[in-house]
T-cell receptor, first 114, second 115 residues
Framework: DSGVTQTPKHLITATGQRVTLRCSPR?????VYWYQQSLDQGLQFLIQ???????AKGNILERFSAQQFPDLHSELNLSSLELGDSALYFC?????????????FGEGSWLTVV | GNSVTQMEGPVTLSEEAFLTINCTYT??????LFWYVQYPGEGLQLLLK?????DKGSNKGFEATYRKETTSFHLEKGSVQVSDSAVYFC??????????????FGKGTMLLVSP
């Protein structure tokens, strides 16, 4: 158990809908990361927050947004869903943003868009 | 930019065979290097890491040495078990001057170990 908690574990929704994925980082971790894993794209970095502020953006679509709340939990919002958004979405956390810090991953949220 | 190249899988071995999964990287700045493992139906778990040149990371019988001169971080295990069947990801983490900081992953290598 990495200590990173993600909900829901599985989600099936229709095209055009909006979903919210939730992440609780490990206790004491200030950095939260979101990744998308799909068969064709592999593991893609989406976005990073550090202590409530956005720090880095990767291949995140404009239809997607995220935030980190004062209690450090984070939410990833996916809207106007398309079939191609079906993927495993990982949240990860680390103490800080320095490269030596280990980044711990949650078990992921499986999103299926039908 | 930053990138990680791993050998393509699947790698198919018999139990107790020697394992090598190659990983090379390109990085701007001085990266830390990681191996993560993903067992079927599960999330990513950190297997081992190394933060500077010539460091050796090790865990559960797996080893990898940070080779700056060859920009490599090959994963090895002397005797694999069926329970090692999983997908292995090599990754790097670097904080360049722009402040952009995240893990960059390779495409993953699937390992299948048969009894």
């Amino acid at each position: 158990d990495s200590g990173v908690t993600q909900t829901p574990k599985h989600l099936i929704t229709a095209t055009g809908q909006r979903v919210t994925l939730r992440c609780s980082p490990r206790s004491g971790d200030l950095s939260v990361y979101w990744y998308q894993q799909s068969l064709d794209q592999g593991l893609q970095f989406l976005i990073q927050y550090y202590n409530g502020e956005e720090r880095a953006k990767g291949n995140i679509l404009e239809r997607f947004s995220a935030q980190q709340f004062p209690d450090l939990h984070s939410e990833l919002n996916l809207s106007s869903l398309e079939l191609g958004d079906s993927a495993l979405y990982f949240c990860a956390s680390s103490v800080a943003r320095t490269p030596g810090n280990t980044i711990y991953f949650g078990e992921g949220s499986w999103l299926t868009v039908v | 930019g930053n990138s990680v190249t791993q050998m393509e899988g699947p790698v198919t071995l018999s139990e107790e065979a020697f394992l090598t999964i190659n990983c090379t990287y390109t990085a701007t700045g001085y990266p830390s290097l990681f191996w993560y493992v993903q067992y079927p139906g599960e999330g990513l778990q950190l297997l081992l890491k190394a933060t500077k040149a010539d460091d050796k990371g090790s865990n559960k019988g797996f080893e990898a040495t940070y080779r700056k001169e060859t920009t490599s971080f090959h994963l090895e295990k002397g005797s694999v078990q069926v329970s090692d069947s999983a997908v292995y990801f090599c990754a790097l983490h670097v904080l360049p001057g722009s402040g952009y900081s995240t893990l960059t992953f390779g495409k993953g290598t699937m390992l299948l170990v048969s009894p």
